[in-house]
T-cell receptor, first 113, second 111 residues
């Protein structure tokens, strides 16, 4: 059974800092890995998706890496802004055609102005 | 483009009352549909998924049930709510391998 762990559970940083969120998973037989953002009381917004054959994906100030063999992914946020404050969720797709998503419990990020 | 709707957005119900949450998807056909629950400060737990009309798979034994009466409609129900049913319920659809798109969610409070 796939298990996904995210560290840290919460993070508070001053504006402008670069930061790294960590995600680990127990079964390396994954279809892909996704990072989502969730604002309070809202649904999930997909940030980056890394296919199992890829090593990293970039979008603006966000960079996500994937090391399947060690069961780890990191989300790097450059030059953080108060608007980046949210909960970040890591999800691993596995099973037939990646139909099953297993989520970590998230990292709650606060960027202070 | 595809969109996913959930209603109601928020709901406060007494213990023992029935529940019906609705999810509909527009702009696609024959999607896989999912119901998740998110407890406060926690990750998402998959409750049900459906690969077609009338086809429902349950992930965890619980007080809830799901139905898919139409291709793009997914309903989450309960006959008698428990306090432990409180949470944030998210519906998702998938038309592509390994990718799910999420609705805005329903906040359910059982008192």
């Amino acid at each position: 059974k796939q298990e996904v762990t995210q560290i840290p559970a919460a993070l508070s940083v001053p504006e402008g800092e670069n930061l790294v969120l960590n995600c680990s998973f127990t079964d390396s037989a994954i279809y892909n890995l996704q990072w989502f953002r969730q604002d309070p009381g809202k649904g999930l917004t997909s940030l980056l998706l890394i296919q199992s054959s890829q090593r990293e994906q970039t979008s603006g100030r966000l960079n996500a890496s994937l090391d399947k063999s060690s069961g780890r992914s990191t989300l790097y946020i450059a030059a953080s802004q108060p608007g980046d404050s949210a909960t970040y969720l890591c999800a691993v797709a596995s099973g037939t055609s990646g139909s099953r998503l297993t989520f970590g419990e998230g990292t709650q990020l606060t960027v202070n102005p | 483009s595809q969109t996913i709707h959930q209603w109601p957005a928020t709901l406060v119900q007494p213990v023992g009352s029935p529940l019906s949450l609705e999810c509909t998807v527009e702009g696609t056909s024959n999607p896989n549909l999912y119901w998740y629950r998110q407890a406060a400060g926690r990750g998402l737990q998959l409750l049900f998924y459906s690969v077609g009309i009338g086809q429902i798979s349950s992930e965890v034994p619980q007080n809830l049930s799901a139905s898919r009466p139409q291709d793009r409609q997914f309903i989450l129900s309960s006959k008698k709510l428990l306090l432990s049913d409180s949470g944030f319920y998210l519906c998702a659809w998938s038309g592509f391998p390994g990718v799910q798109f999420f609705g805005p969610g329903t906040r359910l409070t059982v008192l």
